[in-house]
């Protein structure tokens, strides 16, 4: 796969075969880390809420951020399949309290397209979830799903707290699932749901999944970058593994810069520019 770009094809292709990667992005250097590091699809969350602009919730991020931060990606990448992650105002809820049409969620899902570049979008579940979805997919724009916890409605799940615990709820999910399939969704995230249950709808359908929280039978598995590096440190859930700790080594590198341009220790000579003797005799 390496040196070609990643088809929604390729996506569908390597389920059962291998495992497959996906990370978020949010701007030209880490989209770039990330698509040099092979990783199969990048994400551009409205994660970018929490973990970068400092908000507490990601219904706070609209459209004209999403917009921005997604064509930083696509510049960058060149390899990886871009999810362009559709924001609470672009196909829910307007700021003003009004819910968005499926006409305007299709412009949305458009913009994402054409404007930034995106190869495909991401939806979470909501009430009007299989009515909008089916437009989008219906305007030739691939569609992937998101079920369990809908950060972007989480007030309406019982908070930020494990999905389909009981026998009730997991049927549900099952057939949210198969629901979107059914839609022509190219695959589903599926986001903190017991592992079992997350192995049952992986079974089930034909497209993959993709885990976040939902144990190790995914077709593939998600996570936020700034997780994952140690650069955000409001608060870890459970499922996030750091591979590395990088706040506190930018700390450091910080406090010395700090240090040394306080000390008159940078820039040295070696960061600086000369000019020949005799033009600066000609000043004197
Ligand atoms: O916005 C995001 O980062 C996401 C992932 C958690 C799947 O939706």
Redesign the pocket.
């Given at each position: 796969m390496e040196g070609k770009k990643i088809t929604v094809q390729d996506i569908l292709t390597m389920k059962g075969k291998r495992k497959i990667t996906m990370l978020?992005a949010y701007d030209y250097p880490l989209a770039s880390l990330i698509d040099k590091a092979g990783i199969d699809m990048i994400?551009v969350?409205?994660?970018?809420a929490n973990v970068v602009l400092g908000l507490d919730s990601?219904t706070k991020v609209g459209m004209t951020e999403m917009i921005h931060h997604a064509k930083a990606v696509t510049r960058a990448v060149k390899h990886a399949l871009v999810v362009g992650?559709m924001p609470y105002d672009s196909y829910q809820v307007l700021p003003t309290g009004k819910q968005v049409t499926s006409d305007e969620s299709v412009k949305n899902a458009r913009r994402f397209i054409e404007e930034a570049k995106c190869d495909v979008v991401?939806l979470e579940w909501f009430d009007r979830c299989l009515e909008v979805t089916e437009q989008i997919i219906k305007a030739g724009i691939a569609v992937m799903g998101?079920i369990g916890l809908t950060?972007q409605t989480a007030d309406k799940i019982g908070g930020f707290k494990v999905q389909g615990k009981d026998a009730e709820a997991a049927q549900r999910l099952i057939e949210q699932s198969v629901q979107l399939e059914k839609l022509g969704c190219f695959s589903i995230?599926l986001?903190c749901v017991p592992d079992k249950i997350a192995e049952m709808i992986t079974k089930k359908i034909k497209i993959p999944t993709i885990g976040?929280g939902a144990g190790v039978n995914c077709d593939g598995q998600?996570l936020?970058t700034h997780d994952l590096l140690g650069l955000f440190e409001r608060f870890t859930p459970k499922f996030v593994k750091k591979y590395i700790n990088l706040s506190p080594l930018i700390t450091k590198a910080i406090e010395e810069y700090r240090d040394e341009v306080i000390r008159g220790k940078f820039p040295a000579a070696e960061h600086s520019f000369g000019i020949k003797e005799e033009e600066l005799k000609k000043l004197r």
């Open positions: 978020t994400l969350g409205d994660s970018l990601t992650d991401k998101h950060p995230v986001e976040i998600v936020v």
